[in-house]
């Protein structure tokens, strides 16, 4: 039973426009959000976070979005460059796993020049 | 410069042999983690440990082992007992549990049997 659920396998987008990632989540308990990104052969690398206090969290390009009562969020990356072609994860944690993350499959962005 | 060491970065294995991933961190970090990712999934944790000398099993720990001697490093064994080892394994830590944090990766160990 997936708790954390990323519906797209991969969105492709124009270079210059925006890039929408979604994320679902079922655990009500879950109360801090991260994304991460990720090259082949690489480890993921932390892009941003939000806690269940806020229902937004920008940081430059990227822009994370919450929306509790649907249990979704969303990241954001405008404009969109070509370096942002790689696949983006979704983790969720909360106090009731010990803030263990818990991850999505992850979504593969391709930027189109 | 601080970080997460994983290796090596490519590994064969012959079907019964028995292999140890190497993970170490110089970021003080308290609890460390390993992960295993498959084609189209999400990562799914094997390990982790909070502190020296003790550690905890996740979701697919069946088929491996670790150990937590030094606070710096967290080397993981794939056992003979695990029936699909081939994978991309990953090594993570965070400053410390039970807290809202990210964790910090390293770049990953492909491990292929053969």
């Known amino acids: 039973d997936q708790q954390v659920k990323q519906n797209s396998p991969s969105l492709s987008v124009q270079e210059g426009r925006i890039s929408i990632l979604n994320c679902d989540y079922t655990?009500?308990?879950?109360?801090?959000f991260l994304w991460y990104k990720k090259y082949p052969a690489e480890g993921p690398t932390f892009l941003i976070s939000?806690?269940?206090i806020k229902d937004k969290n920008e940081d430059g390009r990227f822009t994370v979005f919450l929306n509790k009562s649907a249990k979704h969020l969303s990241l954001h990356i405008v404009p969109s460059q070509p370096g942002d072609s790689a696949v983006y994860f979704c983790a969720a944690s909360g106090w009731d796993s010990n803030y263990q993350l818990i991850w999505g499959a992850g979504t593969k962005l391709i930027i189109k020049p | 410069d601080g970080g997460i060491t994983q290796s090596p970065k490519y590994l064969f294995r012959k079907e019964g042999q028995n292999v140890t991933l190497s993970c170490e961190q110089n970021l003080n970090h308290d609890a460390m983690y390993w992960y295993r990712q498959d084609p189209g999934q999400g990562l799914r944790l094997i390990y982790y440990s909070q502190i020296v000398n003790d550690f905890q099993k996740g979701d697919i720990a069946e088929g491996y082992s670790v150990s937590r001697e030094k606070k710096e490093s967290f080397p993981l064994t794939v056992t003979s007992a695990q029936k699909n080892p081939t994978a991309f394994y990953l090594c993570?830590?965070?400053?410390?549990?039970?807290?809202?944090?990210?964790?910090?990766f390293g770049q990953g160990t492909r491990l292929t049997v053969v």
């Open positions: 993570a830590s965070s400053p410390f549990t039970g807290r809202k944090t990210e964790a910090f």
């Open positions: 655990n009500s308990m879950f109360d801090y």
């Open positions: 939000i806690s269940s």
